[in-house]
């Protein structure tokens, strides 16, 4: 049975950092391309970042140069680094695995909040 599951989500400053973690169980993700996207309130969920299974990263225009998306060395983890958080960053932030072929695994999503 394939899990994604994510962590790191939380209560941030604007401003500030937080560092959102996957693991991922019943899949290896060096075969896999994979992502973050987020889903804030009343709005359709949107990618945040991709790395090709090869490499190759790409981003969404408004977190350019702010989120940096990683695969971790020696765990079956991916990680996105989120630096000078906005308001508009509040979203529930989704872990996304996607094969060749077949369909994509998903995780449950964690929670990010920008507030003051």
């Known amino acids: 049975q394939v899990q994604l599951v994510e962590s790191g989500g939380g209560l941030v400053q604007p401003g500030g950092s937080l560092r959102l973690s996957c693991a991922a169980s019943g899949i290896i993700f060096s075969d896999y391309a994979v992502a973050w996207y987020r889903q804030a309130p009343g709005k359709q969920r949107e990618l945040v970042a991709r790395e090709g299974r090869y490499g190759g990263t790409n981003y969404a225009d408004s977190v350019k140069g702010r989120f940096t998306i990683s695969r971790v060395n020696g765990e079956n983890t991916v990680a996105l680094q989120m630096n000078s958080l906005k308001a508009e960053d509040t979203a529930v932030y989704y872990c996304?695995?996607?094969?060749?072929?077949?369909?994509?695994?998903w995780g449950q999503g964690t929670q990010v909040t920008v507030s003051s």
């Open positions: 996304k695995a996607e094969p060749s072929y077949g369909s994509a695994y």
